[in-house]
């Protein structure tokens, strides 16, 4: 619902009141203003770092990076056995240079994965014991080159239903070919490959009730079953109003109680018009669902504000149980929301402008982190 025109000059009034305290906030880095309370990440391509400007950013910014893209199955062992690691090795150099802590994301997932390393050529599962080899080959050999580089691993991203009723597991190729201890068998190897590193499981709505009982179920399983998972990673893929606050807070208490960590890992905050349900919008672009193509309206920015204030007090409530929160990009221009879930439209989900500049949302954290409020 768009703000009647008292709701706007208060937006406005209050935009000012952010930028003021943004700039009155100085020099302080998120990175700074976060000090130990936890570390402050963003996710990086290698490509960004030949952008001066973006590199200089990240490096003053951020105390971890996740690789975007470069680390995902597709990229790293695009063919059996062929490993690529140019790129995530980019990474891991530039972030060595500047103390960040680099987040590996993801080792086994049903997108960008190759078809071979779970199915046959006509999509039908392998058969178990030469998944089982795949998923350790490819384990092993991507934890084993960036050992002592990498600060944890998304080892299983997006595994869970969302469906509220029905299986638990998400219906994907390695559940067919491997069977329910596919996520078991995957934290087990990736323990051998590397010990000293931690492990997490990812996943979407997960701050949701239904899918936050299935992911605490979950870790208690793979705990019993002498598995190490050292935290969630709740994505945070969320928007100006959804879910509330409310919801996430009870979520992180709930995590906490079960004697689980917890990473908010992908956060960035949609400002456009979502459908609620159904598939991806695709194809031509309709005007309305690109409102904001021209320049996004001061009260939407002062509102995305708010928002990022509020959910960083939230996480600041948690210190024992929330050790990173990671930004999904740097700036607006960047962002995946450009093109997903409908592609060609402008979306403004990150703390800076397509010009670098910081946004209101900047201030807006940077003040939760210095002074918690
Ligand atoms: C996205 C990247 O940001 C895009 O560049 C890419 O085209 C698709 O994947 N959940 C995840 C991330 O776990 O890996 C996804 O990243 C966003 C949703």
């Known amino acids: 619902m768009r703000m009647a025109p008292t709701g706007r000059i208060l937006g406005s009034a209050l935009l000012l009141l952010t ?42 910014q951020f105390s971890s990076a996740t690789a975007e893209n470069e680390l995902k199955p597709d990229q790293t062992e695009p ?19 500047h103390q960040i802590a680099i987040i ?19 999509g039908t599962p392998l058969p178990r014991e030469q998944a089982l080899a795949n998923l350790r080959t490819h384990i092993t050999g991507v934890m084993g080159h960036f050992r ?28 067919r070919a491997i069977g329910d201890d596919y996520i078991e068998q995957a934290f087990r190897f990736a323990h051998e490959a ?22 605490i179920r979950l870790v208690r399983r793979l705990r019993a079953a002498g598995v190490r998972v050292d935290a969630v990673g709740i994505q945070g893929h969320w928007s100006l109003k959804y879910p509330p606050a409310s919801t996430i807070d009870e979520a992180i208490r709930a995590y906490r109680d079960a004697g689980i960590k917890v990473m908010i890992t992908e956060l960035d ?20 669902a690109d409102p904001y193509h021209d320049g996004c309206p001061p009260d939407v920015l ?39 879930p409908v592609r060609g439209r402008t979306n403004y989900p990150l703390l800076w402008d397509r010009q ?18």
């Open 19 to 60: 930028l003021a305290r943004a700039s009155a906030a100085g020099a302080a880095s998120l990175r700074e203003a976060a000090g130990d309370k936890l570390l402050i990440g963003t996710a990086v391509s290698s490509r960004q770092l030949d952008n001066a400007a973006e590199a200089k950013l990240i490096a003053v």
């Open 79 to 97: 063919r059996p056995g062929q490993f690529r690691f140019e790129a995530g090795d980019r990474i891991a150099e530039f972030a060595q240079q």
């Open 104 to 122: 590996g994301h993801t080792l086994c997932w049903h997108q960008q994965t190759p078809r071979w390393m779970f199915q046959n050529d006509d």
């Open 148 to 175: 002592g580089k990498v600060h944890g691993w998304d080892v299983v991203n997006e595994a869970l239903s969302m469906a509220d009723n029905g299986p638990e597991l998400r219906d994907t190729p390695a559940l």
């Open 194 to 215: 590397d010990p000293d590193v931690e492990l997490y499981y990812n996943d979407f709505g997960i701050e949701q009730p239904a899918k936050r009982d299935r992911a």
């Open 269 to 288: 905050i949609d400002v456009l018009p979502r459908r609620k349900r159904g598939p991806a919008i695709q194809g031509a672009v309709e005007a309305q």
């Open 302 to 340: 002062a509102e995305q504000a708010t928002r990022y204030a509020d959910l960083f007090r939230v996480f600041l409530k948690y210190p024992d149980t929330i050790t990173r929160v990671t930004l999904w990009g740097i700036h607006d221009g960047r962002s995946w929301l450009n093109y997903y």
């Open 356 to 373: 670098l500049t910081p946004k209101p949302a900047l201030g807006a954290v940077l003040d939760v982190l210095e002074h918690g409020k």
